[in-house]
């Protein structure tokens, strides 16, 4: 049996080094006494893929997470921001290192997959749906009583600002910092309590200005100062319990400026079906002959009818926005060619992102697209982080679609736009500068032998710091 390090990995969602500054002292302090390596992004460079590759060390081709969500063709749904662990293929990093010392234990804080996990504590965020129809926020631990014991001694997950208007903003009860905080907070209840060899925690905060304004608005200023904060004094309380850190990245978020909807373009060359429902229009993807499931700067494109795979191609090549097609052959080049990934996969240009839009009239929209609802939409939709700005009185109906709420009738959460051009930063793509690339800073400079690393060596350094 080896001797093994405690370890705590730090995930600072959308830190580069374009940010590292004068508003991140603590982070600079530690890279000051350690080393720090670019990361050449996972592809698609987003949160699900990402942490899959870091956790096992096998591209999309092998561990299957191809996106954050993708079309089940036996279903025949887009089902996006699922929780189970069982979609990931391949052995995790916790996995390999459990048989190598007696006593070893893994926490997994928020990272995704996180539901039937085979680490041996995991907090993850997981409302409950009541047969009423209501969605009452919560979490999903394992074990099952830590769900309680932490809850009573750090009060409720602050839901509402892990996603949504509310999110990296001072809303109502919640500082912008809330979800972060509470996850922080949460990392040092789980090393009191249980000292895990290796902790994996989720810090959010950056991703949302991030996307909201963009890298280089001044707005973003107070973000970098919260979350340096919050990371600094992780760092900090580890080191005072003899617990080495890293600290990571999944991607780099840059300034965009132009929505494209790839869905729409599909819907007018008569690709598309929609449903009627209630006299607003549903996507029907297996009634399609031809959609794309986007997500940030890659949308895969799925073709229930293959012998429409030149024209798809030629529509998307030409069309403003796209930079590339990714048939099979550049799938297998890039290490993507999975059964779940799309029959084409479109990247976007450098100042673009793709909607899920589908829908040639706003008024004809599906309910659920002026909501928060990460499952329902057939794909990521950032703008749910905006308010309408067409609302008159935001907080007043807010306050009145809650008291319908809390008095048990039924109601919508209708305060997202739709507009798409509010967004200004996204990802999934590789940057165009190495210094908009993810990070890997660690405090023992000798584990770090080169400045720059693949996505699949993130795991292999991760494990060599604990069995350092």
């Known amino acids: 049996m080896n001797y093994m390090a405690r370890t705590a990995v730090l995930n600072v969602v959308g830190l580069t080094g374009s940010l590292l500054g004068p508003d991140t002292p603590r982070l600079n302090a530690f890279l000051q006494t350690g080393a720090k390596s670019v990361i050449v992004p996972a592809f698609p460079a987003v949160t699900c893929t990402a942490q899959s590759t870091y956790l096992t060390g096998l591209p999309p081709a092998r561990h299957g997470i191809v996106a954050n969500g993708w079309y089940n063709r036996e279903l025949a749904e887009v089902q996006f921001w699922k929780q189970s662990e069982h979609l990931v293929q391949g052995r995790k990093l916790w996995e390999e290192l459990r048989p190598l010392a007696a006593g070893f234990t893994c926490a997994k804080l928020f990272w995704w997959y ?3 996990s085979s680490a041996d504590y995991a907090i993850t965020p997981r409302p409950m749906y009541p047969a009423d129809g209501r969605k009452v926020f919560d979490i999903y631990t394992h074990p099952a009583p830590i769900r309680g014991e932490i809850k009573r001694d750090l009060g409720e997950f602050p839901f509402p600002a892990f996603w949504g208007p509310a999110a990296g903003v001072r ?17 040092k209840w789980i090393e009191r309590k249980y000292s895990p060899t290796l902790n994996l925690v989720y810090l959010p905060h950056l991703d949302y200005n991030l996307q909201r304004f963009g890298p280089k608005d001044p707005r973003l200023v107070p973000d970098l100062r919260l979350i340096d904060t919050l990371a600094g004094d992780l760092i900090d309380f580890f080191q005072e319990r003899s617990v080495q850190t890293v600290v990571l990245s999944e991607y780099g978020i840059t300034g965009v400026d132009a929505p494209v909807h790839l869905n729409r373009l599909f819907r007018e060359r008569g690709w598309i079906a929609v449903r009627d429902e209630l006299g607003l229009e549903l996507l029907d993807c297996g009634a399609s002959q031809v959609f794309a499931v986007a997500d940030h700067q890659v949308a895969h494109v799925y073709l229930n009818d293959r012998a429409l795979e030149a024209p798809v191609r030629a529509a998307l090549e030409n069309h403003p926005g796209v930079e590339r097609v990714l048939g099979p052959a550049e799938q297998a080049a890039l290490g993507v060619n999975h059964a779940r990934a799309g029959d084409l ?8 992102w793709f909607t899920y839009y589908y829908w040639l009239d706003d008024r004809r929209a599906p309910d ?32 009145w679609r809650l008291l319908q709420k809390k008095l048990g009738f039924r109601m919508l959460m209708d305060v997202v736009p ?17 210094a908009d690339f993810p990070l890997l800073i660690s405090g023992r400079r000798e584990l770090l032998p080169t400045a720059r690393l693949e996505a699949t060596e993130v795991h292999d350094v991760l494990r060599q710091h604990v069995l350092a």
């Not at 809303?171 to 990392?187: T, Y």
């Not at 928060?372 to 939409?377: A, C, E, F, M």
């Not at 749910?384 to 067409?390: A, I, N, S, V, Y």
Request: charged share 20%; glycine share 6%; net charge positive.
């Open 114 to 116: 996180n539901m039937y």
């Open 171 to 187: 809303a109502g009860p919640f500082v912008p910092q809330a979800a972060s905080r509470w996850i922080a907070d949460a990392a």
């Open 345 to 352: 996969i479109a990247v976007a240009a450098p100042r673009a």
């Open 368 to 399: 659920f697209a002026r909501c928060v609802d990460i499952h329902r939409k057939p794909g990521y939709d950032p703008v749910e982080l905006f308010l309408d700005p067409g609302l008159k009185w935001p907080p007043l109906k807010i306050a």
């Open 418 to 434: 739709l507009e798409a051009a509010l967004v200004k930063g996204s990802h999934g793509r590789r940057p165009e500068s190495a």
